[in-house]
């Protein structure tokens, strides 16, 4: 049994659901006057909705801290850590962690709080919204064994959202070259930015090149499940989750029975 069989107990085709933070202490947007308890209920309430509406894991992550740094400050950290403890007894599915764009905070926070991966950007060079963004995957999976966390799995993003790769090699050789070199975890295939999809034929390119599972990381939906689940193992969603699928938007739990129906009849 792999790592991911572990994660999923086996499910195929498996289903996260994201769980986006409202702007958090130290972003600019974070609003004082609602405060930490108004973060834990919106956390909460996503979560809440995801379980009910029969999610296989969800992820959290702080999507709303625009714009985004490369490393993620003490508060950040804290808070994300603080508000998954406190609900840890209401999770009932497996569950990640994402910090944007710090890999060594999403791994910090997922072994504070008992979660089974992260998902991160944490190999290529890239021009991005962000500025220079150069990764360094060998100090991430070193810190992964100093703080004994190779129980967790790492999903490595290929293709970063809001960036531009300076490697051109094909995105498929991109993935063999990670598995190969990095000890990818999963592959990520995402489209040009959140709640856009890739295209099927480069998820079939980058599974046909792979030996580790591949998922895909934006766009996924009830309407494109049957084409990209012909080739992706799993996937990520996020966007065509929430109430009139716009990102920023609480999850909406019609939506995600409606997903999770369509992935059903398609796992059989």
């Not at 086996?10 to 974070?30: E, Q, T």
């Not at 995402?190 to 580790?212: C, H, L, Q, R, W």
């Amino acid at each position: 049994m792999t790592q991911l069989d572990k994660i999923f107990s086996g499910k195929s085709k498996a289903v996260i659901g994201m769980i986006h933070f409202p702007p958090l202490p130290s972003a600019p947007m974070y609003d004082d006057k609602k405060g930490i308890k108004y973060l834990r209920d919106v956390v909460e309430k996503d979560l809440f909705a995801l379980q009910e509406g029969g999610i296989d894991a969800v992820m959290f992550c702080n999507e709303n801290d625009r714009p985004y740094n490369f490393e993620a400050d003490f508060a950040t950290v804290a808070t994300m850590s603080s508000i998954i403890g406190t609900l840890l007894k209401k999770i009932k599915v497996p569950f990640g962690v994402d910090v944007l764009w710090d890999p060594k905070a999403a791994l910090a926070i997922a072994k504070a709080t008992g979660g089974q991966f992260i998902r991160e950007i944490v190999t290529g060079v890239f021009v991005s919204d962000m500025g220079f963004w150069n990764t360094k995957v060998g100090e991430l999976y070193r810190y992964r064994r100093l703080i004994e966390a190779d129980d967790i799995s790492i999903f490595f993003n290929i293709s970063a959202e809001f960036a531009y790769n300076l490697d051109r090699r094909p995105l498929e050789v991109i993935a063999e070259s990670t598995v190969f070199s990095s000890l990818a975890d999963v592959i990520l295939v995402s489209g040009p930015m959140t709640g856009a999809p890739p295209t099927p034929e480069i998820v079939k390119k980058v599974k046909e090149k792979v030996d580790v599972p591949v998922f895909v990381n934006t766009g996924f939906n009830k309407d494109n499940a049957d084409e990209m689940f012909k080739y992706a193992d799993g996937a990520i969603v996020g966007t065509s989750l929430k109430y009139e699928g716009i990102t920023w938007n609480q999850v909406d739990p019609e939506r995600v029975r409606a997903l999770m129906n369509k992935v059903n009849s398609i796992r059989g």
